[in-house]
């Protein structure tokens, strides 16, 4: 059974840094794409980040600050975080391609097996 767990959201002042990761089982985070996608109040899931083997893509908005990467020993996706922004202030969720629930496309892929997410708020 797939599942994905999203672990270390939280509140920091704009300009500081967090690193979320996701554990992910039921699958090898190296046979399968990963990502992380973020939602606001009121707006779509938008993808941040993907990866796919040892090929990256961000979103325009997070280039240069955001860095995605997984270890295959421990089975880990994460994303680290770096001069957050309040704009930045979302739910973070971890994303597999495969599945079938809220299929959503990003990067070149289709993903729709989804973790429950984690609160990031950014506080100016």
């Known amino acids: 059974q797939v599942q994905l767990v999203e672990t270390g959201g939280g509140s920091v002042q704009a300009g500081g840094s967090l690193r979320l990761s996701c554990a992910v089982s039921?699958?090898?985070?190296?046979?399968?794409?990963l990502g992380w996608f973020r939602q606001s109040p009121g707006k779509e899931r938008e993808g941040v980040a993907r990866?796919?083997?040892?090929?990256?893509l961000y979103a325009d908005s997070v280039k240069g600050r955001f860095t995605i990467t997984k270890d295959n020993a421990k089975n880990t996706l994460y994303l680290q975080m770096n001069s957050l922004k309040p704009e930045d202030s979302a739910m973070y969720y971890c994303?597999?391609?495969?599945?079938?629930?809220?299929?959503?496309?990003?990067?070149?892929?289709?993903?729709?097996?989804w973790g429950q997410g984690t609160q990031v708020t950014v506080f100016a």
């Open positions: 994303a597999a391609c495969g599945g079938t629930r809220d299929r959503i496309s990003f990067g070149g892929y289709f993903f729709a097996s």
């Open positions: 990866i796919v083997l040892t090929s990256t």
């Open positions: 039921g699958f090898s985070v190296d046979s399968r794409c």
